[in-house]
């Protein structure tokens, strides 16, 4: 049985991450860290029930290494470069759910995020975890930069058409929309129950998003060349799911089916990621609670316009199911392990 | 115009009176002071656009006394009883929407509120503020307790069989259920909106709620012997309304439709509180951003009990509703006026 | 006192209007039609209670016309072409909220909506009531044909550049979200609370909704161009409100500021658009049951592009609340009474 | 591998038996009717994807038996009374989730669900399908008659209190509140999502509810005496989850430790019921896609009252699970087995 730690326990992400590597037949959860008050993990996520014989507390990453193979970070950033050098130093992996390693240039990490880099070293080897697109790399890795949610959503939707070099690297729209959860767990007054369940449906950030440096980069790969999307996200009154409507100028004619091919085609092979049939299109109920990345499209040839229409659940595929899937390429076990 | 000030502005009792006085056709707000940056109204309030042309800010009972005839006061118990005192020697009337004022017997708060009464010589002239049972008194006061919205929806229920001595006082049950506004708007973890729209209905503070002295007060004086209720709140995920399901012990053989006719007789005249029909029960979506309180009933003669169900929206007929109907009266307005 | 009445008073736009015309001072609703069995109004919605002595049944246009000075339609299309001539020959106004006189060419309406037009010498003299472009035409006009709800919002937020032919016309996307009451009263399994309260936001008709000809018809003509734009709707888990996110391509390098000058001056004296603050982004909470339409902008002028989003209630400056406001400016009332 | 068929696979219980089933390690789905046109599942229910490869259609019983050992019949009442002695003369089992098989008085089910029972003759051998009180018959069962939702929160609620005669039988209040799901998913106005996320709480069906009888019937033969319970259920908007609020009058003078203490022990060793300690309360969502069972309490000895809360799941604990957890007992199986 492999041993993992989760830093982070107290969030919803590394709540997500318990609830799935307790249905994960090959690891056990040894170390659970979080800066709260030492507590049953049963007291904490009563729905964990007597599944989990531990206690959660503001444990150092050097202990938590000790107890543990692999360890999860579902921290904000700046905490995980702090604790990651520790682990890794100490010969353990390390999947890290913050932003803290995904981005390679060290000086867009720093302008966006505005503090500085406290291990840039660490930067190069850092895999980006995306499995659909790095699976031989995540094999190989001693630290996971897993992406973040709206990335997630935003790659897998362009990358088969821009891989292809079929659309236009110059103006990409990101209409995306995401559940409250992705805010976090810290209280907010504008996070309240009563200040979001009042028919509450706004866009924030537009083009301003930490998310966009990370989508900038992997598109830019992608493609080959420099692109700087736009991303415009939007707060949806429910708990959780990401839809992100994307709008791609196409280089070659070509129509709504001749488009599904090539998704198809592009994810062959992959089991979370889902291209659905012309005429169908995504909703985030089909994929909340699952890993899946649910894709339709709409192609409008005339218009040399693709509609591209992608949902996840954002703490499933977009945070905490992607770093167990990322776990499960590293360790050889079952991609679908687990979840 | 009566000028009208209102001390707690940025809470949701506090936004709620706002509304309710800009339809007023006699008042003018003058004066809104609240614990936060001064702020232009509009800013704070979009809703509230042009309409108003005031800056709200840390303001002294004092200086809003100066500004004003009248005084709401929208604000936590404790801090109502540091300002009343100021505005009653200005010469100023307020309306009182905390608890500090409505217990008349000084021990009894300072025992639920786990504090000192710092002015308990106002407690006996202060008029508890339900219009239909005290409106003469409410007429001439120059202090309101304006009643908590759990009483208010209980009080209402009870009042026609307690008065007539039509049920026992010793195994009155109040099952009441609010929406998530009762809670306030000081952020805490509870009452975030990932917390609460997850399927989340609960039970709290079983016979432990504040506001059971108060229920327990006014249920006494009613039925002329000394009644301690069994008050059950939960929390119903939806931003306002109360439904208060109260089991009562009937003393005497009737069926529904006498029960209704005793209610629609100790109502009549009064607008604001609607006995239904037999056969139709009150949902909170009727009452909801208004000041009415719905009241069904069902009645089982074979098993003497009486189930009276009533509905309101907390923060209108809960609060701040009741407190402009209690002004109305005060100044003799229409009672109806801005409601 | 204006006598009017409203066929169709059982959908929310119909149950909306009679919300509104009761706080109207100088109207009264003298009848009021419905497909349902003969009910009391106060039964139908106990909100209105006794404010409105009226049933509601189901009555011909004919015994409608004869009631009243002025008649609104909130009926499906089609019916309203059955019923609109009957009342105008008898001499009455009629304001419809249906499709079916909204656009001028008969050819794209029947093609739309799959149905021959059976009244289309009316077309020509039938004013768009969006008031904001065609005040001067509303107010002789005898009949409206009220705007969609997904069209308001697009055309509002389009009208400035447009009209300053400031924006490229052939490749505006509009990618549109929508509270559920937008699909009407209609049971189906798709619009059951169990299907839509578990996470679920998606996009339909992508490109394909009955909108479309409409927002096409009237962007053309404020540009002075032929425009089909892209119009992607999408629903949100939440009764009412409509977000826009309109994406204009500039043929000229101006930046927010100087965008948001545009707009202000566009849209100088209309109460009911409301420009925002750079910096502030309309969020639908702050215009729910309201007849605002709120305005926030970003543009980009190194991608020259701007991004404009618009926020209404869909019942309100969306339905309802702009028929009312069409009605006001017709009759001479003040154009904000009711509303 | 058994072989488990499901009729009624389009409801919500049907959907819920799916995704339980697909997680049990010994079981294989083998037919699956609903009235619908023929669908493959992976197209009924998008997140079933590929794991199962099945068309639905309506399948007669006899079919439906041919390909399975063991049938869920997840269908309405009456229905279930047609099928169900097909499938057993064809020495399949039965589990039925409908109310045909659980009232053991023919009489009491004919006047509840006004309509002929077409098959008494089984009633003597069904067993009532509540493990934690009738394991040992269900071991032996050819047809379980599955507990309802409500039934099973109020009686797992009340049995240790009656089965040690420690609550007086006369007057036992349970108010339950349900989730909306408990409604089914035959699409009508009531349950839309405009008519419910509106702020909608509401009592139905006051001391009328088909739940009822079933509710007597168990709790009297816990207590060796006639109970006649008040059943006062309300809707709840929220998808599901039932709380059940049971108010006992006490025959002995005992504390909340006490009676917390009686609970312990009388489910002693029940992995689904969790006693809750001293203190904490149920709450909905820690229950929801699961099969626990959470009971809190708190005893008042001066007024004779335990006041017994309960939370389930409506479709798992209360549906689905408990039809799965039945089945683990007939099989043999590891009762946590799917679930």
């Known amino acids: 049985m492999l041993k993992v730690g989760i ?3 107290s969030g919803y992400a590394g709540e997500e991450l318990i609830r799935i590597l307790l249905k994960h037949p090959e690891v056990k959860i040894t170390a659970l860290a979080a800066k709260i008050e030492k507590t049953r993990v049963s007291k904490l996520y009563p729905w964990s029930n007597a599944m989990l014989d531990l206690d959660v507390y503001d444990m150092s990453a050097e202990d938590v290494g000790k107890k543990t193979d692999v360890v999860f970070l579902a921290l904000p950033h700046k905490v995980s470069m702090d604790f990651a050098p520790v682990l890794l130093k100490q010969g353990k992996k390390v999947i890290d759910l913050s932003a803290d390693f995904r981005i390679k240039d060290k000086a867009v990490y720093e302008k966006w995020y505005e503090i500085k880099h406290e291990c840039p070293g660490y930067l190069k080897n850092a895999v980006y975890g995306l499995p659909e697109l790095y699976r031989k790399d995540v094999k190989g890795a001693d630290l996971i930069a897993n992406p973040g949610c709206y990335p997630t959503s935003v790659i897998l939707g362009c990358a088969p058409l821009l891989k292809k070099k079929m659309a236009e690297t110059d103006c990409i729209i990101c209409d995306s929309k995401s559940g409250v959860s992705g805010a976090g767990r810290t209280p907010s007054q504008a996070l309240m129950f009563t200040e979001i369940a009042v028919n509450s449906f706004r866009p924030y950030k537009v083009n301003f998003h ?3 440096p990370e989508i900038d980069q992997e598109l ?3 493609a080959g060349a ?3 999307v736009n991303f415009i996200p939007h707060l949806v009154p429910m708990e959780r799911g990401i839809l992100s409507t994307i ?3 196409l280089t070659k004619k070509i129509n709504t089916k001749e488009a599904l091919e090539i998704y198809k085609d592009f994810y062959k092979g992959e089991y979370f990621v889902r291209v659905l049939e012309d005429g169908i299109l995504p909703d985030t109920k089909n994929v909340v609670r ?3 990345c649910d ?6 040839p005339e218009k040399s316009l693709a509609v591209v229409m992608t949902a996840i659940d954002n703490l499933v595929k977009g945070a905490s199911g992607q770093a167990a899937q990322n776990m499960n390429i590293m ?3 079952d991609e679908k392990s687990g979840l």
């Open 7 to 9: 830093m982070g326990s």
């Open 210 to 212: 930490r998310h966009m």
């Open 220 to 222: 830019s790969i992608l």
């Open 226 to 228: 420099k692109i700087e």
């Open 247 to 249: 709008y791609l100028k």
């Open 290 to 292: 699952s890993n899946f």
């Open 295 to 300: 894709i339709g499209m709409k192609v409008f």
């Open 331 to 333: 360790y050889g076990f």
